[in-house]
T-cell receptor, first 119, second 112 residues
Framework: GAVVSQHPSRVICKSGTSVKIECRSL??????MFWYRQFPKQSLMLMAT?????????EQGVEKDKFLINHASLTLSTLTVTSAHPEDSSFYIC???????????????FGPGTRLTVL | GESVGLHLPTLSVQEGDNSIINCAYS??????FIWYKQESGKGPQFIID?????DKRQGQRVTVLLNKTVKHLSLQIAATQPGDSAVYFC???????????FGTGTRLTIIP
């Protein structure tokens, strides 16, 4: 159980275009999903917290108009990188909290990541 | 700001030996700690967690030790195997706070 998927796993796009990344919890419901960015040989940096039915909460320094997050259902959150530039090239990882485990151990289940390359 | 960091960025261990990966944290309010394993090109995989009311927890071939006095935790992997080669991250948070703060990571290489 507790499987999180991401789609696509890898995407290459031209500079100036927008890219949408999907994060799905496959066998549980998640009111909260998280989006991380990871540059090569670095740690995971939290970008934003996505809450179902409400606006995402962005970390300091993350442009909300550039990284659009939509959490339309209890099993799906999307991250859209708008007007992508080469410096946006990174590994984007989502995670989800199991609704039924709220108040228990705060374990996040991670997706496999999406490799974005902007040419 | 508060941060979680690792002492050693790389660690090479002979196959079959035990390995110890260390992590220092600075937020004294943290009460929940997790170790993750990340293989190349993949997302983090949960290994083991520990709450601040414990100082040791064991899993299958892994043990996490927590020393709250010096704000240090470690991950011990027994009888390492080639499949243990990966980057290992510690992460921390406060119970009730949704966010995880990740350490810088340690790359563990198992030498055949």
């Amino acid at each position: 159980g507790a499987v999180v998927s991401q789609h696509p796993s890898r995407v290459i796009c031209k500079s100036g275009t927008s890219v949408k990344i999907e994060c799905r919890s496959l066998d549980f419901q998640a009111t909260t999903m998280f989006w991380y960015r990871q540059f090569p040989k670095q740690s995971l940096m939290l970008m934003a917290t996505s809450n179902e039915g409400s606006k995402a909460t962005y970390e300091q320094g993350v442009e909300k108009d550039k990284f659009l997050i939509n959490h339309a259902s209890l099993t799906l959150s999307t991250l859209t990188v708008t007007s992508a530039h080469p410096e946006d090239s990174s590994f984007y990882i989502c995670s989800a909290r199991d609704l039924e485990r709220q108040g228990a151990a705060d374990t996040q289940y991670f997706g496999p990541g999406t490799r974005l390359t902007v040419l | 700001g508060e941060s979680v960091g690792l002492h050693l960025p790389t660690l090479s261990v002979q196959e079959g030996d035990n390995s110890i990966i260390n992590c220092a944290y600075s937020n004294s309010a943290s009460d929940y700690f997790i170790w993750y394993k990340q293989e190349s090109g993949k997302g983090p995989q949960f290994i083991i967690d520990i709450r601040s009311n414990m100082d040791k927890r064991q899993g299958q071939r892994v043990t996490v030790l927590l020393n709250k006095t010096v704000k240090h935790l470690s991950l011990q992997i027994a009888a390492t195997q080639p499949g243990d080669s990966a980057v290992y991250f510690c992460a921390e948070n406060n119970f009730g706070n949704e966010k995880l703060t990740f350490g810088t990571g340690t790359r563990l290489t198992i030498i055949p």
